[in-house]
């Protein structure tokens, strides 16, 4: 009986480690601006799953396209229908690795680091390098990073009538509160 239970503490122990190796988040929030003078186009995601691999830096963010909320309903439909054809391509990937990446090193003063990874928007996927300022506080560690990207990078069809209101770089703003354990919360 001593041994059995033996196994099964062993057994949990482990099941913590492992557990502990992993932070992640299905709350996060990425937001992107493509405003221009004519136009204030801005639209937040909060519905942001992301994880790190705590020992060795591996880095993934998924979203579904149809999540961003726009201020006009209108301008929603029209990213979704005729700009990201979310039916088609329903999902967003980043996947890729934080360079020196210690979730030991971290603490409640944020530290750059560099994040090196793949893009996919819209079926297409290009390579991204950025910056990304980690802290931790507690089991959490917070991220946040901003890039640019092109849509036509992406193959993102801008009518024409329309270029002079869309920004041709969008800049992206990442922030995303991840646990570490079974904890999905953000």
Do not use: W
């Amino acid at each position: 009986m001593k041994k059995l239970l033996l196994i099964l503490f062993l057994l949990a122990c482990c099941s913590l480690i492992t557990a502990q190796s992993r932070f992640r988040t299905s709350t996060g929030e990425i937001r992107f601006n493509a405003s221009t003078p004519l136009e204030d186009i801005d639209a937040v995601n909060n519905k942001v799953n992301a994880i790190i691999n705590a020992e060795t830096g591996d880095f993934a963010v998924v979203l579904l396209v149809k999540d961003f909320r726009f201020r006009r309903k209108l301008m929603q439909e029209h990213f979704n229908e005729n700009f990201m054809e979310s039916a088609t391509y329903p999902k967003a990937y980043y996947r890729g690795k934080i360079i020196g990446f210690s979730a030991d090193a971290l603490s409640a003063v944020p530290m750059k680091l560099n994040v090196a990874g793949e893009l996919t928007i819209h079926g297409v996927s290009r390579e991204v390098e950025t910056k990304a300022s980690l802290s931790k506080n507690g089991n959490a560690i917070r991220m946040t990073s901003e890039f640019i990207a092109k849509p036509e990078d992406y193959k993102v069809k801008v009518p024409r009538i329309l270029f002079n209101k869309i920004a041709e770089e969008v800049k992206v703003m990442v922030n995303l509160d991840l646990n570490s354990g079974n904890q999905a919360g953000g």
